[in-house]
């Protein structure tokens, strides 16, 4: 018996939980931070892929910050490298499990903070830069397999034909690799989207070409979009944007221009 979408988030999200909890048992003082790591990632994230902020600060107790850096001692690594072996840890943690990996950005780092007033084995994890300040959805195709596909959309979301292929699988000649529109969440909820400033490229919302700026409320149910010859299907429900099956959060960001 199948019991609809919202019943199978929730036995995700406590099924996350339970696997959360007993990785924060562990006297480990990575997993512990890495367990941290994956509840900020899916706090942020949705979807086909979870992504990790790309910089967190974990302020320890003075013994776990002796345990951490003897850890990273006995896996030849220094403090400055807490990020990486974190990301082997919590890589390794959800395949044993057989759960969905997180993405990863190149540069993510964890600075470990040793200090008094926090308790042994609770290590507190302080996000210092996200993933995005802005929409985070992210592509990452499943059956893709062996290659990285993921891709960020930020709070000015340029559509184009890397973004289309993402989606729809479909490459579109009459889609270029610069800007057909761009998409942005406001921070009350509505979608705007703009226009390229070049004919050529075209966007259609529903059946209405897009030839001017137009903001989308987040009472009406979603619209067809159509760039090129590719239609996407594009919904908002409570603070989700969704392009198709990709989801991602509406955050309150700064808008950044338009190319």
């Given at each position: 018996?199948?019991?609809?979408?919202?019943?199978?988030?929730?036995?995700?999200?406590?099924?996350?939980?339970?696997?959360?909890?007993?990785?924060?048992?562990?006297?480990?003082?990575?997993?512990?931070i890495a367990w941290r790591t994956l509840d900020e990632s899916r706090r942020a994230t949705c979807g086909e892929a979870l992504v990790a902020p790309r910089r967190v600060r974990v302020r320890l107790n003075s013994d776990d910050a002796r345990r951490a850096e003897t850890s990273l001692r006995t896996l030849g690594l220094e403090l400055s490298q807490a990020g990486p072996a974190v990301q082997d840890v919590l890589t390794a943690a959800l395949e044993r499990e057989g759960r969905r990996q997180v993405w990863f950005h190149d540069d993510f780092s964890v600075i470990l903070d040793g200090t008094p007033g926090?308790?042994?084995?609770?290590?507190?994890?302080?996000v210092e830069s996200?993933?995005?300040?802005?929409?985070?959805?992210?592509?990452?195709?499943?059956?893709?397999?062996?290659?990285?596909?993921?891709?960020?959309?930020?709070?000015?979301?340029?559509?184009?034909r890397d973004l289309v292929f993402g989606v729809s699988r479909r490459r579109d000649s009459h889609i270029?690799?610069?800007?057909?529109?761009?998409?942005?969440?406001?921070?009350?909820g509505r979608v705007t989207i703009t226009p390229s400033r070049d004919p050529r490229h075209q966007a259609v919302v529903g059946d209405t070409p897009l030839v001017a700026e137009v903001t989308l409320s987040p009472r009406d149910p979603g619209y067809p979009l159509q760039v090129g010859h590719t239609w996407l299907n594009l919904f908002w429900d409570q603070g989700w944007f969704i392009f198709d099956d990709t989801a991602g959060r509406a955050l309150p960001a700064p808008s950044v221009g338009h190319r």
């Open positions: 018996m199948r019991l609809g979408p919202e019943w199978d988030r929730l036995r995700e999200w406590a099924r996350h939980k339970a696997v959360s909890a007993r990785g924060h048992s562990s006297s480990d003082v990575l997993e512990q926090v308790r042994q084995g609770r290590p507190q994890l302080t996200r993933a995005d300040w802005g929409l985070q959805a992210f592509l990452a195709d499943p059956r893709d397999s062996g290659r990285d596909r993921s891709r960020s959309l930020g709070p000015a979301t340029v559509i184009n270029s690799a610069e800007a057909h529109a761009e998409v942005r969440v406001n921070p009350d």
